[in-house]
């Protein structure tokens, strides 16, 4: 995770250096990336990089740290849109994620994440953002449809991992160039068996 020096940063000038990782990721391949292209783009010197991050792995993750809270909060606004209905809010959520991947951008930003190099610090990352979800889990059962079929933030939990498994698997699907009407298939027959089974 970025250290203190990064998250005491004003906001614009956190963003800067966000956009800066984000645009580096969808004009190079991970690889070949060096810690020089992202304090460049930044224009900030190497060293001020490094009292920022560890590495460019680090840089990276708190990217992706950064867009899974945008991914939280409008996974609220959906689902407060759909007046509760959870597999609607999911539903409107993947037609997004697919709009989003037909910008050839973002499919190159997208592939970087699959090819880190490091996918163990990754992995690392997505576990401790795992143990900290219990707090969104709680308002998904107090505001969805959910609360009608689940007892508690475990079971929510459990669907929840199934819709992101789901929506992982038709992610990887598309990265590597498969027809989007399969990708569709795939993704509404297995949330209809989500569903069902709840």
Same mark, same amino acid.
């Given at each position: 995770?970025?250290?203190?020096?990064?998250?005491?940063?004003?906001?614009?000038?956190?963003?800067?250096?966000?956009?800066?990782?984000?645009?580096?990721?969808?004009?190079?391949?991970?690889?070949?990336?060096?810690?020089?292209?992202?304090?460049?783009? %930044?224009?900030?010197?190497?060293?001020?990089?490094?009292?920022?991050?560890?590495?460019?792995?680090?840089?990276?993750?708190?990217?992706?740290?950064?867009?899974?809270?945008?991914?939280?909060?409008?996974?609220?606004?959906?689902?407060?849109?759909?007046? !509760?209905?959870?597999?609607?809010?999911?539903?409107? !959520?993947?037609?997004?994620?697919?709009?989003?991947?037909?910008?050839?951008? %973002?499919?190159?930003?997208?592939?970087?994440?699959?090819?880190?190099?490091?996918?163990?610090?990754?992995?690392?990352?997505?576990?401790?953002?795992?143990?900290?979800?219990?707090?969104?889990?709680?308002?998904?059962?107090?505001?969805?449809?959910?609360?009608?079929?689940?007892?508690?933030?475990?079971?929510?939990?459990?669907?929840?991992?199934?819709?992101?498994?789901?929506?992982?698997?038709?992610? %990887?699907?598309?990265?590597?160039?498969?027809?989007?009407?399969?990708?569709?298939?795939?993704?509404?027959?297995?949330?209809?068996?989500?569903?069902?089974?709840?």
């Amino acid at each position: 995770m970025a250290y203190e020096k990064f998250t005491q940063l004003k906001p614009k000038k956190k963003q800067i250096v966000l956009d800066s990782i984000k645009n580096v990721l969808e004009k190079k391949k991970f690889s070949d990336i060096k810690v020089t292209d992202l304090s460049d783009e %930044a224009e900030i010197s190497r060293a001020t990089f490094y009292t920022y991050f560890i590495d460019k792995n680090d840089a990276v993750i708190t990217l992706l740290e950064y867009y899974l809270e945008l991914l939280i909060k409008r996974f609220v606004s959906l689902l407060e849109k759909n007046k !509760g209905m959870f597999f609607k809010a999911v539903d409107e !959520g993947y037609n997004e994620l697919i709009n989003f991947l037909n910008n050839e951008k %973002a499919m190159s930003f997208i592939e970087n994440i699959y090819y880190m190099s490091d996918y163990t610090v990754l992995r690392a990352q997505l576990k401790e953002w795992y143990n900290r979800f219990d707090e969104f889990y709680q308002w998904i059962l107090k505001n969805s449809d959910l609360k009608d079929k689940l007892k508690n933030i475990k079971e929510v939990r459990f669907v929840v991992e199934m819709v992101l498994s789901v929506y992982s698997g038709c992610l %990887a699907k598309i990265v590597l160039g498969e027809e989007k009407k399969s990708v569709d298939y795939s993704f509404k027959y297995k949330i209809k068996l989500i569903e069902k089974g709840i």
